[in-house]
T-cell receptor, first 116, second 111 residues
Framework: GAGVSQSPSNKVTEKGKDVELRCDPISGHTALYWYRQRLGQGLEFLIYFQGNSAPDKSGLPSDRFSAERTGESVSTLTIQRTQQEDSAVYLC??????????????FGDGTRLSIL | TQLLEQSPQFLSIQEGENLTVYCNSSSVFSSLQWYRQEPGEGPVLLVTVVTGGEVKKLKRLTFQFGDARKDSSLHITAAQPGDTGLYLCAGAQEGFQKLVFGTGTRLLVSP
């Protein structure tokens, strides 16, 4: 399909382990976003990539969280030394350009992360 | 600070009833989007409104952007069980490239 693809769809790991989540955006989309969604809650912005510009990391909750994106392709979100509070669904979205002009965001189905 | 507040947070109604969801802010947005999210899936865009006072209709759903572009509403007529889900508003501010998402309204429509 041509949608945003995230992997894995589910991840269960022990507290203290590192995890890496992957997002494949829609081809041609220059903007990529990561969000966190706790159970029953809305979306919490984490980080935003736009082309080759410096990413907006203002939403990352701690230095245990980091993300990378190679050009306008795949992005990985890494959480080091996971804590139980990190349990959530991590959603990735991409858009044709930044959404300052009302461009829609296209979301993947998320990675459900459970920390034991 | 949550820029976009949605109300109600949760709504449980019977099939055939009408409902309105509100999305309010003290900030001005250049555009506002509404998304619906079903369990186990990512949010899906329903509509984008860009002009103050704009009204858009999508079958039984009516979206309105406030005149001052600070608030929006979503009205559903004759709700159906298929309307069940989490409704999210999201605003784009001039000069900013990321959306601000609302707190969400969880809708349950029972047969």
């Amino acid at each position: 399909g041509a949608g945003v693809s995230q992997s894995p769809s589910n991840k269960v790991t022990e507290k203290g382990k590192d995890v890496e989540l992957r997002c494949d955006p829609i081809s041609g989309h220059t903007a990529l976003y990561w969000y966190r969604q706790r159970l029953g809650q809305g979306l919490e912005f984490l980080i935003y990539f736009q082309g080759n510009s410096a990413p907006d990391k203002s939403g990352l909750p701690s230095d245990r969280f980091s993300a990378e994106r190679t050009g306008e392709s795949v992005s990985t979100l890494t959480i080091q030394r996971t804590q139980q509070e990190d349990s959530a669904v991590y959603l990735c979205a991409s858009s044709f350009t930044g959404t300052g002009r009302g461009q829609p965001q296209h979301f993947g189905d998320g990675t459900r992360l459970s920390i034991l | 600070t949550q820029l976009l507040e949605q109300s109600p947070q949760f709504l449980s109604i019977q099939e055939g009833e009408n409902l309105t969801v509100y999305c309010n802010s003290s900030s001005v947005f250049s555009s506002l989007q509404w998304y619906r999210q079903e369990p186990g899936e990512g949010p899906v865009l329903l509509v984008t409104v860009v002009t103050g006072g704009e009204v858009k209709k999508l079958k039984r759903l009516t979206f309105q952007f406030g005149d001052a572009r600070k608030d929006s509403s979503l009205h559903i007529t004759a709700a159906q069980p298929g309307d069940t889900g989490l409704y999210l508003c999201a605003g784009a501010q001039e000069g900013f490239q990321k959306l601000v998402f609302g707190t969400g309204t969880r809708l349950l429509v029972s047969p």
